[in-house]
Nanobody
Framework: QVQLVESGGGLVQAGGSLRLSCAAS????????ISWFRQAPGKEREFVVH????????YYADSVKGRFTISRDKAKNTVYLKMNSPKPEDTDVYYC?????????????????WGQGTQVTVST
């Protein structure tokens, strides 16, 4: 069992920066790949970025590539999403999700655990 708690959301100006955190409980956190998804009201949840069990380079959606950076701190059982130069279209509820799977996936159904989400609002 893994519990995920997102934090760090809020209001940010376009062109600024924001860092989201996904803190996990459970001793088996290192067995899980983590992804961030986002969702706007009335829209489907959208894949943002994935990081594997051992960390390393993330796999990014084209819409955030070059602006967002994912990282993983094993000692703190936490995954971070640094949002640089956010745009108004990045305004969404951001969710982290955990998958106990060896292969990368951008599909929601591949993920076993989800956090409650954190709202990010980017102003012009």
């Amino acid at each position: 069992q893994v519990q995920l708690v997102e934090s760090g959301g809020g209001l940010v100006q376009a062109g600024g920066s924001l860092r989201l955190s996904c803190a996990a409980s459970g001793r088996t956190f290192s067995s899980y790949a983590i992804s961030w998804f986002r969702q706007a009201p009335g829209k489907e949840r959208e894949f943002v970025v994935h990081i594997g069990r051992s960390g390393g380079n993330g796999y990014y959606a084209d819409s955030v590539k070059g602006r967002f950076t994912i990282s993983r701190d094993k000692a703190k059982n936490t995954v971070y999403l640094k949002m640089n130069s956010p745009k108004p279209e990045d305004t969404d509820v951001y969710y982290c999700a955990a998958a106990n799977a060896p292969k990368r996936s951008i599909r929601e159904a591949s993920y076993d655990y989800w956090g409650q989400g954190t709202q990010v609002t980017v102003s012009t």
